[in-house]
């Protein structure tokens, strides 16, 4: 039987899956001072989404030589809070459950999109201040418009299907990838896909190459005019990472024109306080809820209830990250 902690929540389904396999379940939020002093080093494997960080110094403070933590799951897909190099090394399996929220991040990513190019945010706000401002929020089509997309995983290619079906011309970039969907356009220059695209899409990771990939020179790149020879503006969206968008630059390209609307779902200090990004109309966001459907939480924590099951059963998951 393993002693599991799960920090941020976990669906009741998973729960179950867990306690009828014969192990013992805590939920229970520990900070990151307590983890530093070593609460999680009286359980055997621990479960985490975003809010919990376990780098070098956490995952040294989880494991003992007679026990610790064995196991790291994340309960969603990107894992820029492990550290799984220090989990490598001391013996800490890591595994993430990459697909269980595609679907729910693919469509929150269209909604933003959606709502960026016809204004809807702006609209609502303005109904709501007593404006019937009609004539003022004229919006541009997505059909016949250039979409990049930074990354080409699971989600980019989920996006670039509803694209298509919307009439877009896809392009994307992603060094790791050698080969595309059929109708997208593969660049090997990340460069490319911001002068050839009104409309930009974040799908990658954050790491020291991609922070602040978004920034001014790319932004200035962006043409303005869509590939059906409408003046639609530049239009980017982020559901990925927090801090891959030079937040600051991207603000100063909505200030200067360049950049007609920003949406984000991440930001680069999450929870997000204040921000000269709140002062723009042409800004939306949203408070880090790609994967936050009903639908994503039961398949995230029934993926991984069987991915701690396996591992408790056979030592490490086909699917391991180390």
């Given at each position: 039987?393993?002693?599991?902690?799960?920090?941020?929540?976990?669906?009741?389904?998973?729960?179950?899956?867990?306690?009828?396999?014969?192990?013992?379940?805590?939920?229970?939020?520990?900070?990151?001072?307590?983890?530093?002093?070593?609460?999680?080093?009286?359980?055997?494997?621990?479960?985490?989404?975003?809010?919990?960080?376990?780098?070098?110094?956490?995952?040294?403070?989880?494991?003992?030589?007679?026990?610790?933590?064995?196991?790291?799951?994340?309960?969603?897909?990107?894992?820029?809070?492990?550290?799984?190099?220090?989990?490598?090394?001391?013996?800490?399996?890591?595994?993430?459950?990459?697909?269980?929220?595609?679907?729910?991040?693919?469509?929150?990513?269209?909604?933003?999109?959606?709502?960026?190019?016809?204004?809807?945010?702006?609209?609502?706000?303005?109904?709501?201040?007593?404006?019937?401002?009609?004539?003022?929020?004229?919006?541009?089509?997505?059909?016949?418009?250039?979409?990049?997309?930074?990354?080409?995983?699971?989600?980019?290619?989920?996006?670039?299907?509803?694209?298509?079906?919307?009439?877009?011309?896809?392009?994307?970039?992603?060094?790791?990838?050698?080969?595309?969907?059929?109708?997208?356009?593969?660049?090997?220059?990340?460069?490319?896909?911001?002068?050839?695209?009104?409309?930009?899409?974040?799908?990658?990771n954050l790491t020291e190459e991609t922070r602040h990939l978004v920034n001014s020179d790319r932004i200035s790149m962006m043409p303005g005019i869509g590939a059906d020879g409408t003046e639609c503006g530049n239009h980017i969206v982020s559901c990925a990472r927090g801090g891959i968008v030079d937040e600051a630059a991207a603000a100063e390209a909505l200030r200067a024109g360049q950049l007609s609307s920003l949406a984000l779902d991440?930001?680069?200090?999450?929870?997000?306080?204040?921000?000269?990004?709140?002062?723009?109309?042409?800004?939306?966001?949203?408070?880090?809820?790609?994967?936050?459907?009903?639908?994503?939480?039961?398949?995230?924590?029934?993926?991984?209830?069987?991915?701690?099951?396996?591992?408790?059963?056979?030592?490490?998951?086909?699917?391991?990250?180390?």
């Amino acid at each position: 039987m393993g002693r599991i902690a799960v920090t941020d929540g976990m669906s009741d389904v998973a729960v179950s899956m867990l306690k009828n396999a014969g192990h013992e379940v805590v939920l229970r939020h520990h900070e990151k001072g307590e983890i530093a002093n070593g609460s999680l080093a009286a359980f055997d494997a621990v479960v985490i989404r975003s809010a919990t960080k376990l780098f070098a110094e956490e995952i040294m403070a989880s494991v003992r030589v007679d026990g610790g933590i064995r196991f790291i799951g994340r309960a969603g897909v990107g894992v820029d809070n492990i550290d799984i190099e220090a989990a490598t090394e001391h013996g800490v399996v890591v595994c993430n459950t990459p697909g269980a929220s595609t679907r729910s991040v693919v469509e929150i990513t269209i909604a933003h999109l959606l709502a960026s190019t016809r204004h809807i945010t702006t609209a609502d706000r303005s109904l709501r201040d007593g404006q019937w401002a009609k004539k003022h929020l004229r919006g541009t089509e997505i059909g016949g418009k250039r979409l990049g997309l930074i990354g080409f995983g699971r989600i980019a290619r989920g996006v670039s299907e509803i694209a298509t079906a919307f009439g877009m011309e896809v392009h994307a970039y992603d060094p790791y990838v050698s080969s595309s969907d059929v109708g997208v356009t593969m660049h090997d220059d990340v460069d490319e896909v911001f002068r050839n695209c009104t409309h930009v899409s974040i799908h990658c990771n954050l790491t020291e190459e991609t922070r602040h990939l978004v920034n001014s020179d790319r932004i200035s790149m962006m043409p303005g005019i869509g590939a059906d020879g409408t003046e639609c503006g530049n239009h980017i969206v982020s559901c990925a990472r927090g801090g891959i968008v030079d937040e600051a630059a991207a603000a100063e390209a909505l200030r200067a024109g360049q950049l007609s609307s920003l949406a984000l779902d991440v930001f680069e200090i999450e929870p997000l306080g204040e921000s000269q990004l709140l002062s723009h109309n042409s800004f939306h966001g949203s408070p880090h809820i790609a994967a936050s459907t009903s639908e994503a939480q039961a398949r995230v924590g029934t993926e991984m209830a069987t991915l701690l099951i396996e591992f408790f059963e056979t030592g490490k998951p086909s699917t391991a990250l180390n």
